[in-house]
């Protein structure tokens, strides 16, 4: 149990398109999730929290209007990386809250920006 | 504002043998969870363990067990019998809780990068 999944996995994209990232919680339903960012051989940085049906609280010096996350129903968050730049170019994760709000990770995006 | 402190970067182990991962956090919170994640080469972060402060008994998940000292707050983590497949940066964590939203959000430590020789 306690699967969550990640869509695409990996996506190379041409700077100043946009990229969409889905984060699915398989086997049980997340009022909460998570989106990461990690950079190589680093812990990972939260960037925002998730919650369903209503906005998303972003962390200090992540750019809301960069970074569209949506979480429209209790299994499944997304992540929009807006008019992307090489600069965003990174691995992003997504976790799931449970019921006893431990978080489960999806298996990450690896996203390049050219 | 909480912290975790790893101050390991880098541990090795023999295959079969046990090894010790340390973490120490800071918090003025008296109700809250502790977690030990491990991300192997593939980078999928995979839950190891997880401590309620409440609960005075260690937890134990087959191989990993944690010694968890609230007073000290210290919680370390135990790997037996090492295997090839422990290979992984292990990851502490902590969570206040048991309250919803952006306040449950974990605060990680640095990690510990396991290495298992054969």
């Known amino acids: 149990g306690a699967v969550v999944s990640q869509h695409p996995s990996r996506v190379i994209c041409k700077s100043g398109t946009s990229v969409k990232i889905e984060c699915r919680s398989l086997d049980f339903q997340a009022t909460t999730m998570f989106w990461y960012r990690q950079f190589p051989k680093q812990s990972l940085m939260l960037m925002a929290t998730s919650n369903e049906g209503s906005k998303a609280t972003y962390e200090q010096g992540v750019e809301k209007d960069k970074f569209l996350i949506n979480h429209a129903s209790l299994t499944l968050s997304t992540l929009t990386v807006t008019s992307a730049h090489p600069e965003d170019s990174s691995f992003y994760i997504c976790?799931?809250?449970?019921?006893?709000?431990?978080?489960?990770f999806g298996p990450g995006t690896r996203l390049l920006v050219l | 504002a909480q912290t975790v402190t790893q101050s390991q970067p880098e541990m090795s182990v023999q295959e079969a043998e046990t090894v010790t991962l340390s973490c120490t956090y800071d918090t003025s919170e008296s109700d809250y969870y502790l977690f030990w994640y491990k991300q192997p080469p593939s980078r999928q972060m995979i839950l190891v363990i997880r401590?309620?402060?409440?609960?005075?008994q260690n937890a134990t998940e087959n191989r990993f067990s944690v010694n968890f000292q609230k007073a000290a707050k210290s919680f370390s983590l135990k790997i037996s019998d090492s295997q090839l497949g422990d290979a992984a940066m292990y990851f502490c964590?902590?969570?206040?809780?048991?309250?919803?939203?952006?306040?449950?959000?974990?605060?990680f430590g640095t990690g510990t990068l396991l290495a298992v020789q054969p």
């Open positions: 976790s799931a809250a449970d019921r006893r709000e431990t978080q489960y």
């Open positions: 401590q309620e402060a409440y609960k005075q």
């Open positions: 964590a902590y969570r206040r809780g048991p309250y919803g939203g952006a306040t449950n959000k974990l605060i």
